[in-house]
T-cell receptor, first 112, second 109 residues
Framework: ETGVTQSPTHLIKTRGQQVTLRCSSQSGHNTVSWYQQALGQGPQFIFQYYREEENGRGNFPPRFSGLQFPNYSSELNVNALELDDSALYLC???????????FGSGTRLTVV | AQRVTQPEKLLSVFKGAPVELKCNYSYSGSPELFWYVQYSRQRLQLLLRHISRESIKGFTADLNKGETSFHLKKPFAQEEDSAMYYCALSGRGAQKLVFGQGTRLTINP
């Protein structure tokens, strides 16, 4: 049984650029949630995908978007990057949108 | 509004001493409460949830609805308990977890 894997582990982008982060869910899990964790803060919910549909969204602007694929892997896309988007982005998968979340190690995004 | 407050960013205790990590929440309704832990160089993982009413690694947490608290306790701290601890809540059946800012626990030998 594999856990949640995220890629890349680190990324540096310039303000105004676009970025795509990827997440492979744990085997057997059909739900993926994304969180943003700024330095010194707890994770903040961005959105959740369940069976390829968005299933809840936090207080993030529309330039944060996502996808879930038939194999339940997921992407997080952020357009028009701002300096405040610099954070650790965590992906978590679960079975049937329950809260037995398994977290990935995260992608550290730095916007300069 | 849904909010989780962990008043201590840092907590340091000696090995063998009791530990209590505080968590207060704000939620209109009956939330589910969780404690997550992140050990050094490891990913975030679930430590315990209030509905399970179980003890994990010697830790327990009791939901006090009157005081809207969910403090994490352990009677005798061990060095391997040093980690970052996050309290979190969700509404029943809701998708998102709302996390506190976290408490960094250091157990001194």
């Amino acid at each position: 049984e594999t856990g949640v894997t995220q890629s890349p582990t680190h990324l540096i982008k310039t303000r105004g650029q676009q970025v795509t982060l990827r997440c492979s869910s744990q085997s057997g899990h059909n739900t993926v949630s994304w969180y943003q964790q700024a330095l010194g803060q707890g994770p903040q919910f961005i959105f959740q995908y369940y069976r390829e549909e968005e299933n809840g969204r936090g207080n993030f602007p529309p330039r944060f978007s996502g996808l879930q694929f038939p194999n339940y892997s997921s992407e997080l896309n952020v357009n028009a990057l701002e300096l405040d988007d610099s954070a650790l982005y965590l992906c978590a998968s679960s079975l049937e949108a329950t809260h037995g979340y398994t977290f990935g190690s995260g992608t550290r995004l730095t916007v300069v | 509004a849904q909010r989780v407050t962990q008043p201590e960013k840092l907590l340091s205790v000696f090995k063998g001493a009791p530990v209590e990590l505080k968590c207060n929440y704000s939620y209109s309704g009956s939330p589910e409460l969780f404690w997550y832990v992140q050990y050094s160089r490891q990913r975030l993982q679930l430590l315990l949830r209030h509905i399970s009413r179980e003890s994990i690694k010697g830790f327990t947490a009791d939901l006090n609805k009157g005081e809207t608290s969910f403090h994490l306790k352990k009677p005798f701290a061990q060095e391997e308990d040093s980690a970052m601890y996050y309290c979190a809540l969700s509404g029943r059946g809701a998708q998102k977890l709302v996390f506190g800012q976290g408490t960094r626990l250091t157990i001194n030998p």
